[in-house]
């Protein structure tokens, strides 16, 4: 059987020529970049070259990134880090409700050590309003920390607009491009982004490693104490092949941008215009096009999620859902319930995040198998002939 | 993360479907947690002679309906009575933790659809 990959934004393997160079820095170039000898001195332009690599690709300048462990890591980096060195200047701090848990978590954090924190809502499409924003902002705001693009659903915030406004009001702006990150133009500078988080293992990069962008001039507390590495924001001896990794991925995929760009949006919109061709009572969740290219988020009604993803994996297609089930906890995916989609219809959401890998031909396999799929489950279901009608709370109609 | 019989009723699900004139119907769960198990029941001279069920809901829960109409077709109201939660769940080899108590209520839609039959019973000797 043909096992396909739909989630990519769980996870992508590392490219062989990523991985290639990473074992050359685990094996022959294995020196510590803080050495002074030959080998610490090739690991130290390595470490160098991949930092120029990085910043190349979202427009800032080199001596501006600072590697950490991932994205979870850079983003509590930038919010914590944030909030303790300018605690003096106001305790304020403004989020939206579909952040990643490493940002809302790590706000909730600093709300218990006395900060103040706003949760921003979002419109149907899981998009914040600037209007909210505005009002929101206060004299002792410090940080607006408001992510790129989203993980679940894909949609795009205004971050273009959110930085200008930030600016203005001399409020430091963080955002999680982590999903964003070689799929769209991530640019600080369009942006007015003070602080970035980016991830290797979503572009085809190794786990365990991602970066924090911080602005000339920005200055943060660190989280961690030891050692001068990376300007003793983040010590610790560098995870060189996972730096090296990053550093090739990234350039990678922004020579690539241009082309898989378009094919990525172009084989999107065939699996959402099959799936809510082929399959009734299906809805499209997040912004039909102010969405990343490999984003598709739809929600089966009278379905549960997890049913459906075993159902798929049984004909080799792996995908991911928003379902309590699959969420650890009992309750639906945060980020379906902010947009105002009733938990009945959340707990039938199923993501599907394409990548390099995925063609036409495996588009049309899961446009093939995916309506049997539903109706079985859809005869199974007691909800299904019972009631066809709006689920009441849901703002969303078809 | 399931049990290869858990994998086997989620895939092929015994006795799936409504019964007509039910002598009992029982439903257990909502449609906002997830999870929603519907038991139709054929009761005749106190044996359960045909089970049905209709379940919204994650692999267990299915796989649990699915077991529950096995365990207790063909016995009568009093041995139905005595099928637990934790007995389906132990039939199927187990169930992960955290399913444990959000999808295994099969025993109890099936319990709802016998107090069913009996009020029903009841009503009609009254």
Known sequence: ?398 | MYSDKVMDHFTNPRNVGEIENASGIGEVGNASCGDIMRIYLKIEDNIIKDIKFKTFGCGAAIATSSMVTELVKGKTVEEALEVTNKAVAEALDGLPPIKMHCSNLAADALHAAIKDYQERESRRAS
Not at chain 1, 297 to 305: A, K, L, Q, R
């Open chain 1, 1 to 398: 059987m043909q096992r396909i990959y739909l989630d990519h934004s769980a996870t992508t393997p590392v490219r062989p020529e990523v991985a290639e160079i990473m074992m050359e820095y685990m094996t022959n170039k294995f020196g510590n970049p803080s050495s002074v000898h030959s080998f610490g001195r090739e690991a130290k332009e390595a470490l160098e070259n991949a930092r120029s690599q990085v910043a190349a690709l979202i427009k800032a300048q080199p001596e501006e990134i600072t590697f950490t462990s991932g994205g979870t890591e850079a983003d509590n980096l930038a919010i914590i880090g944030t909030a303790l060195k300018y605690a003096d200047k106001g305790k304020h701090i403004i989020t939206s409700a579909v952040e990643h848990h490493a940002v809302l978590h790590a706000c909730e954090h600093l709300e218990k050590m006395g900060f103040d924190l706003t949760v921003l809502p979002v419109d149907e499409y899981g998009i914040v309003r600037m209007d909210d924003l505005r009002q929101a902002i206060r004299d002792d705001t410090i940080l607006i920390t408001i992510m790129h693009a989203n993980n679940e659903v894909g949609s795009i915030q205004p971050v273009a607009e959110i930085g200008r406004l930030a600016k203005e009001k001399g409020i430091l702006f963080h955002t999680d491009a982590v999903q964003s990150l070689g799929k769209i133009p991530v640019d600080v500078e369009e942006m007015n982004a003070d602080l970035l988080t980016g991830s290797g293992h979503k572009i085809y990069g190794p786990k365990g490693i991602g970066f924090l962008y911080i602005r000339k001039g920005v200055h943060l507390s660190p989280l961690v104490f030891g050692g001068a590495q990376e300007k003793k924001i983040r010590p610790g001896t560098e995870n060189m092949p996972g730096i090296v990794g990053l550093g090739k991925a990234v350039e990678l995929a922004g020579q690539e941008m241009d082309s898989e760009m378009p094919r990525m949006t172009q084989l999107r919109d065939k699996l959402i215009k099959g799936i809510l061709e082929r399959i009734p009572d299906v809805r499209l969740n997040g912004h039909p096009t102010l969405r990343v290219p490999t984003n598709v988020n739809v929600s089966f009604e009278y379905v549960e999620g997890e049913s459906l993803l075993l159902s798929l994996d049984m004909k080799g297609i792996a995908a991911s859902s928003g379902s309590a089930c699959t969420s650890g906890s009992l309750d639906p995916s945060h980020v379906l319930l902010a947009m105002g989609i009733c938990k009945e219809v959340a707990h039938g959401s199923v993501r599907m995040t394409l990548g390099r890998d995925n063609t036409g031909e495996q588009i049309d396999y899961v446009l093939d198998v995916l309506p049997e799929i539903v109706q079985r489950l859809r005869d199974m279901s007691p909800l299904y002939q019972k009631s066809r009608k709006e689920c009441e709370g849901c703002t969303r109609t078809k």
